[in-house]
């Protein structure tokens, strides 16, 4: 069963462009952004920005942002690969990241951030590379620079006695290169106040902060870690009086809350405020600190949930002293100090379930937790632990009680670290069902873009993660834009993916959406809990290992000017069958002019499949065939299949076929093969016994393969009334002698003017070499 879902309503965000852009249709495609400049701006102010990458200055129409508090204006095309455009930051909108997609009339770009920051913003001033000569700047700035090769930048700044001064620096966070900062505060006699290369909170990028011991002169240097650098190597600094805290307990709350919070590992000492929890659930979990100077740069991350929030209560530093909690719950701590353990005691019932989550290395707190519960009527006897999940530092577990009583839960660092700031919280909650939505790449470490031609098809895979349940799924796209139909076939319950096809009506507008994908059970009064994530690699590092990403909670949908051709699947009129194969024929329809080959591939193949990958609908030609076989072990089922056809329209273009239908089925026949002997220059008769598993009307060909050079048998007849086929065969003088053990069948039965062919196997023909002459002695001996 397929589920078509029509969409008439339009939510994507902001889309400005000039008629005279519109009225442009000339084909391109596959537009790239590659980098904005500048790459961020203050609240409260107006910046152009000017975009560059591969066609993006080809009909730019529309600016994609993901949240609000951001207005574009302007948009202006100043070559192919370049345009410009005018944001209006509002006073309002939110610190830190913002996504940036970009539309043109052919294509969607990946995603890029841009940066809103507090501050007056700024560009650094060459030269500044000689600790002597610094560019002067005054506090409360933001600094747009670039590190070139071997470069250090200086900052030089006024500062009083007893001020905070806080530089923080966002470099590889830009998702631009592999670009690791390193960053330092001095005092004018060179002397090394404060540095960073990494941090927790930040990753790879780090932060200073210092009280001033005295009136003066502070220089701020900004360099690559190893000496490196380059004309991509661009960086935002923040410097100024703002606070800067690399931690706030408790590490969450609930939903629309007001919470008591407190803020640890400020240069100036721990503060408290009282902050609102987020309720949208698009919204970032991430809350800023703000103080009478300043507001910090960056986010600390911070959970939202509906668990009660229970905070340690020192001393808790072994199971005596345990801090009482009912679960479930959130447990909120920090490990104070090097060798510093925290516990937490609670009741359970047997047989009572809890997963335990941690969240530490996710909020951003140095702690590398061991999380660790043991049964306290039971001498403290461990019941379970862990280290870390999944090759990732934060602990998780499921825990099963084994008797009624009361249980403590210990942790600390797996290295026994600690400090003011070693944040953790600790969920323990029921297991609930759980599923996780993602699209599937069509290429390694490249997020899918989701972009469809007016009157076309674009296909995609999604993959889910079923977590304490089971069943059939249906995908859901909520808040799709007009004229697109989506149509998805339910996944059945052991099945992890599913084919989706979005058309484009020929009168679609251009335009973007940003839809949620939502997967629902198909049982009547089911529910699970539906969460999606799709991963942008941005920046990656040796052996293609992970560095920096951005993950989206909602898909990109682009609808695009056409494309000069459409593909379709000549539905197959007969089955395939295990062992078999078949001819899957692709037709293009070619617009006026358009001549180029077209690759064509499957989507997917079902399992037990396999197809080509290598065919194309040649130069200036309408059809061609996509060779399909089936192997022993193929799901019998009648499977949901398309196609995918790809040509360089001035840029790689993509489009998809409809959806036919592959059935698979047993084998028709099955054959039980003999040993058979023969020898050079001789012939025999090689038998097969026959059993026929579904009757057909009419003859089917079987033909003998397989056979060694030199060694031949006519294709024979049969009928849904045959019992064996005898093979009649043929050596020569040349025939190899030996074994052969690849004999095989190939059977072909002619349905609805289609064949039906198959493949069976394996039997054996042993070639024998002539036995020697006799000697004439032994001739007369023999004869007397």
């Given at each position: 069963?397929?589920?078509?879902?029509?969409?008439?309503?339009?939510?994507?965000?902001?889309?400005?462009?000039?008629?005279?852009?519109?009225?442009?249709?000339?084909?391109?495609?596959?537009?790239?952004?590659?980098?904005?400049?500048?790459?961020?701006?203050?609240?409260?102010?107006?910046?152009?920005?000017?975009?560059?990458?591969?066609?993006?200055?080809?009909?730019?129409?529309?600016?994609?942002?993901?949240?609000?508090?951001?207005?574009?204006?302007?948009?202006?095309?100043?070559?192919?690969?370049?345009?410009?455009?005018?944001?209006?930051?509002?006073?309002?909108?939110?610190?830190?990241?913002?996504?940036?997609?970009?539309r043109t009339s052919t294509g969607l770009t990946r995603v890029r951030n841009f940066m809103v920051g507090a501050l007056k913003e700024i560009n650094e001033v060459e030269p500044n590379s000689e600790f002597p000569s610094p560019q002067t700047i005054e506090l409360d700035v933001t600094i747009n620079g670039i590190v070139q090769n071997e470069d250090v930048d200086y900052y030089a700044l006024?500062?009083?006695?007893?001020?905070?001064?806080?530089?923080?620096?966002?470099?590889?966070?830009?998702?631009?290169?592999?670009?690791?900062?390193?960053?330092?505060?001095?005092?004018?006699?060179?002397?090394?106040?404060?540095?960073?290369?990494?941090?927790?909170?930040?990753?790879?990028?780090?932060?200073?902060?210092?009280?001033?011991?005295?009136?003066?002169?502070?220089?701020?240097?900004?360099?690559?870690?190893?000496?490196?650098?380059?004309?991509?190597?661009?960086?935002?600094?923040?410097?100024?009086?703002?606070?800067?805290?690399?931690?706030?307990?408790?590490?969450?709350?609930?939903?629309?809350?007001?919470?008591?919070?407190?803020?640890?590992?400020?240069?100036?000492?721990?503060?408290?405020?009282?902050?609102?929890?987020?309720?949208?659930?698009?919204?970032?979990?991430?809350?800023?600190?703000?103080?009478?100077?300043?507001?910090?740069?960056?986010?600390?991350?911070?959970?939202?949930?509906?668990?009660?929030?229970?905070?340690?209560?020192?001393?808790?530093?072994?199971?005596?002293?345990?801090?009482?909690?009912?679960?479930?719950?959130?447990?909120?701590?920090?490990?104070?100090?090097?060798?510093?353990?925290?516990?937490?005691?609670?009741?359970?019932?047997?047989?009572?379930?809890?997963?335990?989550?941690?969240?530490?290395?996710?909020?951003?707190?140095?702690?590398?937790?061991?999380?660790?519960?043991?049964?306290?009527?039971?001498?403290?006897?461990?019941?379970?632990?862990?280290?870390?999940?999944?090759?990732?530092?934060?602990?998780?577990?499921?825990?099963?009680?084994?008797?009624?009583?009361?249980?403590?839960?210990?942790?600390?660092?797996?290295?026994?670290?600690?400090?003011?700031?070693?944040?953790?919280?600790?969920?323990?909650?029921?297991?609930?069902?759980?599923?996780?939505?993602?699209?599937?790449?069509?290429?390694?470490?490249?997020?899918?873009?989701?972009?469809?031609?007016?009157?076309?098809?674009?296909?995609?895979?999604?993959?889910?993660?079923?977590?304490?349940?089971?069943?059939?799924?249906?995908?859901?796209?909520?808040?799709?834009?007009?004229?697109?139909?989506?149509?998805?076939?339910?996944?059945?319950?052991?099945?992890?993916?599913?084919?989706?096809?979005?058309?484009?009506?020929?009168?679609?507008?251009?335009?973007?959406?940003?839809?949620?994908?939502?997967?629902?059970?198909?049982?009547?009064?089911?529910?699970?809990?539906?969460?999606?994530?799709?991963?942008?690699?941005?920046?990656?590092?040796?052996?293609?290992?992970?560095?920096?990403?951005?993950?989206?909670?909602?898909?990109?949908?682009?609808?695009?000017?056409?494309?000069?051709?459409?593909?379709?699947?000549?539905?197959?009129?007969?089955?395939?069958?295990?062992?078999?194969?078949?001819?899957?024929?692709?037709?293009?329809?070619?617009?006026?002019?358009?001549?180029?080959?077209?690759?064509?591939?499957?989507?997917?193949?079902?399992?037990?499949?396999?197809?080509?990958?290598?065919?194309?609908?040649?130069?200036?030609?309408?059809?061609?065939?996509?060779?399909?076989?089936?192997?022993?072990?193929?799901?019998?089922?009648?499977?949901?299949?398309?196609?995918?056809?790809?040509?360089?329209?001035?840029?790689?273009?993509?489009?998809?076929?409809?959806?036919?239908?592959?059935?698979?089925?047993?084998?028709?026949?099955?054959?039980?093969?003999?040993?058979?002997?023969?020898?050079?220059?001789?012939?025999?008769?090689?038998?097969?016994?026959?059993?026929?598993?579904?009757?057909?009307?009419?003859?089917?060909?079987?033909?003998?393969?397989?056979?060694?050079?030199?060694?031949?048998?006519?294709?024979?007849?049969?009928?849904?009334?045959?019992?064996?086929?005898?093979?009649?065969?043929?050596?020569?003088?040349?025939?190899?002698?030996?074994?052969?053990?690849?004999?095989?069948?190939?059977?072909?039965?002619?349905?609805?003017?289609?064949?039906?062919?198959?493949?069976?196997?394996?039997?054996?023909?042993?070639?024998?070499?002539?036995?020697?002459?006799?000697?004439?002695?032994?001739?007369?001996?023999?004869?007397?």
């Amino acid at each position: 069963m397929r589920k078509v879902q029509k969409f008439g309503t339009s939510i994507f965000l902001i889309c400005l462009a000039s008629a005279s852009l519109l009225a442009n249709s000339s084909h391109a495609a596959d537009p790239r952004l590659d980098n904005l400049i500048p790459q961020g701006g203050q609240r409260g102010t107006e910046v152009v920005v000017h975009f560059h990458g591969g066609r993006v200055g080809q009909e730019p129409q529309e600016v994609v942002l993901y949240d609000s508090g951001i207005a574009v204006s302007e948009i202006k095309a100043v070559d192919a690969n370049h345009f410009e455009a005018k944001l209006t930051i509002s006073p309002e909108c939110r610190l830190g990241f913002h996504t940036v997609r970009v539309r043109t009339s052919t294509g969607l770009t990946r995603v890029r951030n841009f940066m809103v920051g507090a501050l007056k913003e700024i560009n650094e001033v060459e030269p500044n590379s000689e600790f002597p000569s610094p560019q002067t700047i005054e506090l409360d700035v933001t600094i747009n620079g670039i590190v070139q090769n071997e470069d250090v930048d200086y900052y030089a700044l006024e500062a009083k006695e007893g001020q905070r001064i806080t530089a923080e620096i966002e470099a590889l966070r830009l998702g631009r290169v592999f670009f690791d900062p390193h960053i330092a505060i001095l005092n004018a006699e060179r002397f090394e106040l404060a540095t960073s290369d990494d941090s927790a909170l930040l990753r790879q990028d780090g932060v200073v902060s210092i009280i001033a011991p005295a009136d003066g002169k502070y220089i701020i240097s900004v360099r690559d870690s190893a000496f490196g650098g380059g004309g991509t190597s661009s960086y935002r600094l923040h410097v100024g009086r703002y606070p800067r805290p690399m931690a706030v307990l408790p590490a969450g709350g609930k939903p629309g809350e007001t919470l008591n919070v407190t803020w640890l590992g400020d240069v100036a000492g721990n503060q408290t405020s009282q902050i609102i929890v987020p309720t949208d659930p698009q919204a970032n979990s991430d809350i800023f600190f703000q103080d009478d100077q300043g507001t910090a740069p960056s986010p600390n991350v911070f959970r939202v949930s509906d668990l009660e929030n229970l905070s340690e209560v020192e001393p808790n530093n072994n199971y005596e002293q345990a801090t009482v909690v009912k679960a479930p719950a959130a447990l909120n701590g920090a490990i104070g100090e090097p060798g510093d353990v925290d516990h937490f005691r609670f009741e359970a019932k047997k047989g009572q379930v809890f997963d335990v989550h941690t969240y530490a290395r996710r909020l951003r707190s140095p702690l590398d937790s061991l999380v660790r519960v043991r049964h306290v009527e039971g001498k403290y006897a461990q019941v379970v632990a862990n280290d870390d999940n999944a090759g990732k530092p934060d602990s998780y577990f499921r825990f099963t009680a084994p008797a009624d009583g009361n249980y403590d839960l210990e942790i600390y660092d797996h290295l026994r670290a600690g400090g003011p700031y070693f944040a953790y919280r600790i969920e323990v909650t029921p297991p609930k069902p759980k599923v996780e939505v993602t699209i599937a790449e069509r290429s390694r470490w490249i997020a899918t873009k989701l972009e469809l031609a007016r009157g076309n098809r674009t296909a995609f895979l999604v993959n889910v993660a079923r977590r304490d349940f089971g069943g059939p799924l249906n995908i859901v796209f909520e808040n799709l834009q007009e004229g697109i139909t989506a149509e998805t076939p339910t996944m059945a319950a052991n099945r992890t993916q599913v084919p989706v096809i979005f058309t484009a009506t020929a009168d679609a507008p251009l335009s973007t959406s940003l839809p949620n994908l939502v997967a629902r059970l198909t049982e009547e009064g089911k529910t699970a809990e539906s969460s999606f994530m799709q991963r942008t690699w941005l920046v990656r590092g040796a052996n293609n290992v992970e560095v920096w990403s951005h993950y989206a909670d909602r898909a990109a949908v682009a609808i695009t000017n056409e494309v000069p051709f459409k593909l379709s699947i000549v539905q197959p009129k007969v089955p395939i069958v295990r062992g078999g194969s078949m001819q899957l024929k692709i037709v293009a329809e070619r617009a006026e002019g358009f001549v180029d080959p077209i690759s064509i591939y499957m989507l997917y193949n079902p399992p037990g499949v396999s197809s080509s990958r290598s065919i194309k609908i040649a130069k200036d030609q309408t059809e061609a065939l996509i060779p399909v076989t089936a192997n022993g072990s193929a799901a019998l089922l009648p499977w949901d299949i398309c196609v995918e056809g790809s040509a360089n329209v001035n840029g790689r273009v993509l489009v998809s076929t409809p959806f036919a239908k592959l059935d698979i089925k047993e084998p028709y026949v099955a054959f039980t093969y003999p040993k058979a002997s023969v020898e050079i220059g001789q012939e025999v008769d090689y038998p097969i016994a026959v059993e026929v598993k579904t009757p057909f009307e009419g003859n089917a060909k079987v033909t003998l393969l397989g056979l060694p050079a030199g060694v031949t048998a006519e294709p024979i007849e049969m009928t849904k009334d045959t019992k064996e086929l005898k093979f009649h065969i043929r050596t020569t003088e040349k025939s190899p002698a030996g074994r052969h053990k690849t004999l095989i069948c190939q059977f072909s039965i002619m349905q609805n003017e289609e064949p039906i062919a198959h493949t069976l196997g394996t039997g054996e023909l042993r070639v024998d070499k002539p036995l020697p002459p006799k000697k004439e002695e032994e001739k007369v001996a023999l004869s007397g």
